[in-house]
């Protein structure tokens, strides 16, 4: 399977970004959306591939543990994802949390986040 031409440009623009931005913080992170697992909660964003992630509901994302932390912490009805090119994504939380164990059951994935996010959840 080949990349079309909006995968092909997203991958090259994040190349060029992770190759020439200079980071504003030690911890700064480009937390990108590489692929989305097709769900019935996210029917119409399938297409978003190698996407950076600005904000979630109006905050920040400077890491990948900061997003986990908003994530799961989340309690608004939506969570909305600023996402580069101008794009957003909106799903309702509880339906996204609710989802979350069948899409990794779908996808063979076996947890939704790695061993050092779970070793640093200070959060909870």
């Known amino acids: 399977m080949g990349m079309n031409d909006y995968e092909y440009e997203a991958l090259v623009k994040l190349l060029d970004k992770l190759l020439h931005s200079m980071p504003q913080s030690p911890d700064e992170q480009f937390v990108v959306v590489s692929q989305v697992l097709v769900s019935d909660i996210n029917i119409g964003y399938e297409d978003i591939v190698n996407t950076q992630v600005f904000a979630l509901n109006g905050k920040p994302v400077t890491n990948i543990r900061r997003l986990a932390e908003m994530v799961e912490n989340c309690d608004d009805e939506f969570v909305k994802l600023d996402l580069e090119y101008e794009q957003i994504a909106v799903l309702r939380t509880k339906a996204a949390k609710a989802a979350t164990p ?8 076996p947890s939704a986040m790695s061993a050092d996010l779970k070793a640093l959840r200070p959060w909870t």
């Open 102 to 109: 069948d899409i990794l059951a779908t996808h063979c994935i």
